[in-house]
């Protein structure tokens, strides 16, 4: 059927196209770029961030780059990647998203000792779910992932939708000296009790961007990572119109969001489908403006003078078929509240000891290890609402590990276009329910992405199943 498929697609495409030009447009199925082995080094290294013209920036890499080799593997087939640890200090490697085995999720203590230096790891899993995830460490996250330990995680769909080009956009947010190096402090107790450590340089895979070149009348799919430890984005495309066609790597309706804005907090993917409907030879800037007062323009689309490669949008479907994620049974579904709290509020710390942040009035810290007690024990197989309520000043992009959910509702309004996620925002005095079936065993950790939150305590493990007991 594919083929029949893409035929038909590009038939169509031919009939509704008005000029011979647009023989030029028709859309080809990409071929898989796909492998299912890999092995990585976990190592020092330097990265041009700001540019060839500047002095390089000494960072902490995958496999020599900044962000990491992109791993494209195909869904439900094995995979394994050889992790070995160049650092002098412990790590490991979290695949962000995936719905794998407890053992090779990656948080030190429970699923696995961490790495030790000179040492290595064999991370095997067989992806269920086809979309945009990303990896990065579980150890000492705030440096790890501060110093540039990501990369993203492409796992292809047997049917990908036809486009004329496919590009990834790893976005990470650097805090950098005037002389272009890694600032220190990481860890301030200020900054953890509010917006965490958010840098001053905002790069693209790896560069901050210059401009992106598109050519008039393609179809791009974008595949967009926020990599950043602590920044939330919003991104508006001037003069052009998203479609969002999967959020966290899982499909949803495709639809214009809100206002425009991709909402893209740290951790988040969304995958759009843009149709570059601006006039050849023009620029149009990519703004974010999550915080208005601080808004800044990230890249520009810069249009070939060339003529559009078709005059009418592509005709051919966007939707991407779904994933096998449960569908959790809301009929029968127990309820479980999560009450996110501290952090600085108009008067002050609340007082909380140590810990910054807390989850139902417990403080996990760190990066996760043995020995945590659960916030919550879930029966396996069974569905749950859980239901984030933040009493908190700040925002929360909050993350399970091991499953994906349906976003519900915020503030008891429905989530429309179907929209699942392994991450979601929680704003200030809202209140997210989402709800999953609690089909993975193991000890999952339930943190916020904003890396100085997690380590301050906005962490707490959900334990399916009664393993990790005795
Ligand atoms: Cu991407 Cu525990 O996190
Ligand atoms: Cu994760
Ligand atoms: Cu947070």
């Given at each position: 059927m594919g083929t029949d498929h893409v035929r038909l697609i590009q038939r169509r495409a031919l009939l509704s196209a008005s000029a011979g030009a647009a023989l030029l447009g028709l859309v080809h199925p990409s071929p898989s770029q796909a492998n299912q082995s890999y092995r990585i080094t976990v190592a020092p290294g330097q990265a041009p961030l700001t540019g060839p013209q500047r002095r390089a920036t000494d960072v902490w890499t995958y496999g020599g780059s900044v962000p990491g080799p992109t791993l494209r593997v195909r869904q439900g087939e094995p995979v394994s990647i050889v992790v070995e640890n160049g650092l002098d200090q412990d790590t490991t490697v979290h695949w962000h998203g995936i719905r794998l085995p407890i053992g090779m999720d990656g948080v030190p203590g429970i699923s696995q000792p961490p790495i030790r230096s000179g040492g290595k790891f064999v991370y095997e899993f067989t992806p269920p779910d086809a979309g945009t995830f990303w990896y990065h460490p579980h150890a000492n996250t705030l440096q790890q992932l501060g110093r540039g330990l990501a990369g993203a995680l492409i796992v292809e769909e047997r049917s990908p939708v036809p486009v004329d080009r496919e590009l990834l956009w790893t976005i990470m947010d650097w805090r950098l000296r005037p002389d272009g190096q890694i600032a220190g402090g990481f860890g301030n107790r200020m900054e953890a009790a509010m917006s965490?450590?958010?840098?001053n340089t905002v790069t693209i895979n790896g560069v901050v961007p210059a401009d992106e070149p598109v050519r008039s009348g393609e179809r791009l799919r974008i595949r967009l990572i926020n990599a950043a430890l602590a920044r939330i984005m919003a991104l508006r495309f001037e003069g052009h119109r998203p479609v969002v066609v999967a959020i966290d790597g899982q499909p949803c309706d495709p639809h214009e969001p809100n206002d425009g804005r991709l909402l893209l907090g740290p951790a988040m993917r969304v995958d759009i489908v843009l149709d570059m409907q601006g006039k050849a030879g023009q620029h149009y800037q990519v703004v974010d403006d999550y915080d208005e007062d601080l808004q800044y323009s990230l890249v520009r689309l810069a249009y070939d003078?060339?003529?559009?490669?078709?005059?009418?949008?592509?005709?051919?479907?966007?939707r991407l078929l779904r994933n096998p994620v449960p569908e959790p049974d809301l009929a029968s579904a127990e309820r479980r509240q999560l009450v996110l709290q501290g952090g600085m509020m108009g008067g002050g710390?609340?007082?909380?000891?140590?810990?910054a942040w807390a989850i139902n009035g417990m403080s996990m810290t760190g990066d996760g290890h043995a020995g945590m007690a659960a916030v919550a024990t879930l029966e396996l197989g069974r569905s749950y609402v859980l239901s984030l309520r933040n009493d908190t000043a700040w925002s929360h992009p909050m993350h399970l590990h091991g499953h994906s959910f349906r976003v519900l509702s915020r503030n008891g309004v429905p989530v429309p276009f179907n929209q699942w996620a392994d991450t979601v925002l929680v704003e200030p005095k809202q209140t997210v329910d989402v709800a999953f079936v609690a089909d993975n065993p193991g000890d999952w950790m339930l943190h916020c992405h904003v890396t100085d939150h997690q380590m301050a305590g906005l962490m707490a493990v959900l334990r399916i199943g009664n393993m990790g007991k005795g």
């Amino acid at each position: 059927m594919g083929t029949d498929h893409v035929r038909l697609i590009q038939r169509r495409a031919l009939l509704s196209a008005s000029a011979g030009a647009a023989l030029l447009g028709l859309v080809h199925p990409s071929p898989s770029q796909a492998n299912q082995s890999y092995r990585i080094t976990v190592a020092p290294g330097q990265a041009p961030l700001t540019g060839p013209q500047r002095r390089a920036t000494d960072v902490w890499t995958y496999g020599g780059s900044v962000p990491g080799p992109t791993l494209r593997v195909r869904q439900g087939e094995p995979v394994s990647i050889v992790v070995e640890n160049g650092l002098d200090q412990d790590t490991t490697v979290h695949w962000h998203g995936i719905r794998l085995p407890i053992g090779m999720d990656g948080v030190p203590g429970i699923s696995q000792p961490p790495i030790r230096s000179g040492g290595k790891f064999v991370y095997e899993f067989t992806p269920p779910d086809a979309g945009t995830f990303w990896y990065h460490p579980h150890a000492n996250t705030l440096q790890q992932l501060g110093r540039g330990l990501a990369g993203a995680l492409i796992v292809e769909e047997r049917s990908p939708v036809p486009v004329d080009r496919e590009l990834l956009w790893t976005i990470m947010d650097w805090r950098l000296r005037p002389d272009g190096q890694i600032a220190g402090g990481f860890g301030n107790r200020m900054e953890a009790a509010m917006s965490g450590r958010i840098g001053n340089t905002v790069t693209i895979n790896g560069v901050v961007p210059a401009d992106e070149p598109v050519r008039s009348g393609e179809r791009l799919r974008i595949r967009l990572i926020n990599a950043a430890l602590a920044r939330i984005m919003a991104l508006r495309f001037e003069g052009h119109r998203p479609v969002v066609v999967a959020i966290d790597g899982q499909p949803c309706d495709p639809h214009e969001p809100n206002d425009g804005r991709l909402l893209l907090g740290p951790a988040m993917r969304v995958d759009i489908v843009l149709d570059m409907q601006g006039k050849a030879g023009q620029h149009y800037q990519v703004v974010d403006d999550y915080d208005e007062d601080l808004q800044y323009s990230l890249v520009r689309l810069a249009y070939d003078a060339a003529p559009p490669v078709r005059m009418h949008p592509l005709d051919a479907p966007i939707r991407l078929l779904r994933n096998p994620v449960p569908e959790p049974d809301l009929a029968s579904a127990e309820r479980r509240q999560l009450v996110l709290q501290g952090g600085m509020m108009g008067g002050g710390m609340m007082g909380m000891g140590t810990a910054a942040w807390a989850i139902n009035g417990m403080s996990m810290t760190g990066d996760g290890h043995a020995g945590m007690a659960a916030v919550a024990t879930l029966e396996l197989g069974r569905s749950y609402v859980l239901s984030l309520r933040n009493d908190t000043a700040w925002s929360h992009p909050m993350h399970l590990h091991g499953h994906s959910f349906r976003v519900l509702s915020r503030n008891g309004v429905p989530v429309p276009f179907n929209q699942w996620a392994d991450t979601v925002l929680v704003e200030p005095k809202q209140t997210v329910d989402v709800a999953f079936v609690a089909d993975n065993p193991g000890d999952w950790m339930l943190h916020c992405h904003v890396t100085d939150h997690q380590m301050a305590g906005l962490m707490a493990v959900l334990r399916i199943g009664n393993m990790g007991k005795g």
